[in-house]
């Protein structure tokens, strides 16, 4: 590409959006955002108080009926002007969750993509909405009706992970439907969604409707503990999921809260190795393994074991790290130094519990970015389902293979974990992906695919500890998440 645009140094004290205008934070406890790559502060972002979280939720409140009474089919428009604002600063946006995630300048365009889809699949709601009816069906002259009516003000808790794409898992869905929203952005990536509030800011949507506000996890208490917030929708770690799940329930609202993961890709005997090895490379070391979807234990057939090890390890190797604004970088930072030396810590922690290390990104050395929270990619075999390496997310490019010998053992080792967000299959059998497909206890399924993540009009599911709720994000999920369906009874006669 020959022209780009140029990102920002320092992007300054973030403002929140409320009521349609920036405002700044009455708070003075301020947060370094750090890029990851550089190790230098890049932004300043407002620990917000209880207070700015009123605001913002009363705004929400109080634009709520007008935009309610908005016909959906303008609602849909509204939609199209944020699509077409996304696609012109498509690239702005990329660039600048590489700044604050780390993640590489592909990573950020595909995850920009999967952003704007879900404004495409909500701009259909002049269908998505639509109630049933059934004459007679009350009785002979009485009709029924289901339709889906709006709530009122929903929030997000969002990760760091996704700085662009999840919020975008939700608030479509809910202003769509004739909710009003308020988003809460992860403080380490909080750029990102501030620069497209600014893009939305431009759309016209009556003040209240949407709102951004940053801070930490006090301000994600105080909106699921507000009065006036009907439900939730959280993405981050499993601990932090619960909490989210209880607190919501005891303040009587809906929730939908997704957790961490652990997932397992088990390449069988049949397996197209060449095709796997580059699949399960990008699966597992993309985003510097820190996407909820990433093959973190690889189990493999013993009578390919050998084979499989070679072409993995030679493949690894040649990753490139670096900083992700450098096309030709294949994998990035991790997210901050604390990251990084808890990733540390699991690698010390497998070499005392028996594991072999067969590539150790521990000390890599990233040419002009010496104080980058960098690990290259790092390989252990000898790994057994009770080691922490084999139990616990570790979040970052760290993986286990692992022998098997049956595909039963595969789906026990699965099993084992209490995490079911993901799982996949490499083999050319379609009995077996079958098999596979219908036991295996995990929300998102993989068939020669090691990150399968749904379409924007599929749910994004997760089964045990990598979701609690019953509603996904996404697709019809989301609509039903966003709406209540009132029945009505009608006799004329
Ligand atoms: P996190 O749980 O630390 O934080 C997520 C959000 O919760 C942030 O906005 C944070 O401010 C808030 N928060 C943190 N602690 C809180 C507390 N005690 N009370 C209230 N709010 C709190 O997660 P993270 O480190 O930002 O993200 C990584 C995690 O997210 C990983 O575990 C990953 O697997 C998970 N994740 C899951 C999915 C999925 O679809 N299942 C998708 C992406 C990420």
């Known amino acids: 590409m020959s022209h780009l645009p140029e990102v920002k140094e320092h992007y300054g004290i973030l403002k929140n959006y409320i009521e349609g205008k920036w405002v700044d934070s009455a ?18 972002v407002p620990m917000s108080t209880r207070k700015e979280v009123d605001d913002a939720v009363a705004a929400a409140k109080e634009a709520w009926w007008s935009w309610r009474e908005t016909p959906p089919v303008t609602r849909a428009r509204m ?46 709601i002049t269908t998505l909405q639509m109630g049933y009816s059934l004459e007679d069906g009350a009785g002979s002259g009485i009709d029924e009706e289901a339709i889906r009516q709006p709530l009122g003000v929903f929030a997000c808790i ?15 869905y809910a202003v769509a439907c004739g909710n009003t929203y308020v988003i809460k952005p992860s403080r380490q990536v909080p750029c990102t969604m501030q ?24 301000v994600a208490d105080a909106l699921m503990e507000h009065p006036d917030i009907k439900g939730i929708s959280f993405v981050g770690s ?12 005891q303040y009587g609202k809906r929730v939908q809260a997704q957790g961490g993961a652990k997932n397992c890709l088990v390449v069988m005997s049949d397996a197209v190795l060449p095709q796997a090895v580059s699949n399960m490379l990008s699966s597992c070391f993309g985003c510097a393994g820190q996407r909820c979807l990433a093959g973190s234990n690889l189990l493999i057939m013993e009578d390919i074991y050998d084979e499989f090890k070679e072409r993995f390890i030679a493949r690894a190797k040649n990753i490139k790290v670096g900083y992700g ?64 390496i084999a139990k616990e997310e570790v979040f970052g490019p760290v993986v286990s293979l ?64 990598s979701f609690f709720g019953d509603l996904h994000g996404q697709g019809m999920d989301a609509i039903n998440f966003f709406t209540d369906r009132k029945v009505v009874i009608t006799r004329w006669i």
């Open 79 to 124: 939609m199209f002007a944020v699509k077409e604002l996304l696609e012109q600063h498509f690239e702005e946006i990329a660039r600048i969750m590489v700044q604050e995630n780390g993640k590489t300048i592909d990573e950020a365009r595909g995850e920009t993509r999967r952003a704007i889809e879900n404004v495409e699949v909500a701009s259909g």
């Open 325 to 388: 604004l450098d096309e030709s970088v294949n994998m990035g930072p991790v997210i901050s130094a604390k990251a990084r030396a808890k990733i540390l810590d699991y690698i010390e922690k497998a070499i005392s519990e028996g594991g072999r290390l067969l590539l150790d990104g521990r000390d890599i050395k990233v040419e002009g970015y010496p104080d980058g929270f960098f690990i290259g990619p790092t390989v252990f075999e000898n790994v057994t389902p009770d080691m922490t």
């Open 402 to 465: 692992m022998k098997i010998s049956s595909l039963d053992e595969a789906i026990d080792i699965i099993h084992s974990s209490p995490f079911g967000n993901a799982a996949s299959i490499y083999t050319q059998s379609g009995k077996i992906a079958r098999e596979f497909k219908y036991r295996v206890q995990a929300g998102n399924i993989g068939i020669n695919l090691g990150i399968a993540a749904p379409m924007a009009y599929f749910p994004f599911a997760g089964y045990k500890d």
């Open 238 to 249: 499993t601990p932090v999921a619960r909490h989210v799940y209880k607190t919501c329930a």
């Open 27 to 44: 708070s003075d406890k301020t947060e370094a955002v750090i890029n990851p790559a550089t190790g230098k502060e890049i932004a300043r």
């Open 158 to 172: 969002a990760p760091f992970n996704f700085p662009a794409m999840i919020p975008f898992w939700f608030w479509p």
């Open 195 to 218: 620069y497209i509030l600014e893009l939305i800011d431009r759309v016209g949507f009556p003040p209240g409707v949407i709102n951004l506000i940053n801070g930490s996890h006090d």
